[in-house]
Nanobody, 127 residues
Framework: EVQLVESGGGLVQTGGSLRLSCAASGFTFDDYAIGWFRQAPGKEREGVSCIRSTDGRTFYTDSVEGRFTISSDNAKNTVYLQMNSLKPEDTGTYYC????????????????????WGRGTQVTVSS
């Protein structure tokens, strides 16, 4: 069974930084794409960043390009999201996801149909 446990969320001021961690277990880490989605109240769930484990290629949605960095430590089965220059519009619940492919931008359809999800960690950026 896939298990994903996120940590590192919190409250930060505009311009600040946070690093999210996702500890993954229950699957062969090298065979999947793993990444981060976020959802703000009243908004669609969107793919923020993803890393493809087969070749390490990373993907970012346009709104975080240049500010967020995704990385993975295969030895620890952990993926990280370093978030710098945070803005109030980055506020939301951030979910770690394991799926067959990377997706950035709005998620269409049921989350469970796309991949396996963690419970999420809250990120709040104050203005």
């Amino acid at each position: 069974e896939v298990q994903l446990v996120e940590s590192g969320g919190g409250l930060v001021q505009t311009g600040g930084s946070l690093r999210l961690s996702c500890a993954a277990s229950g699957f062969t880490f090298d065979d999947y794409a793993i990444g981060w989605f976020r959802q703000a109240p009243g908004k669609e769930r969107e793919g923020v960043s993803c890393i493809r484990s087969t070749d390490g290629r990373t993907f970012y949605t346009d709104s975080v390009e240049g500010r967020f960095t995704i990385s993975s430590d295969n030895a620890k089965n952990t993926v990280y999201l370093q978030m710098n220059s945070l803005k109030p519009e980055d506020t939301g619940t951030y979910y770690c996801v394991v799926a067959k492919f990377c997706l950035t931008g709005p998620l269409r359809g049921e989350p469970g149909d796309f991949g396996s999800w963690g419970r999420g960690t809250q990120v709040t950026v104050s203005s």
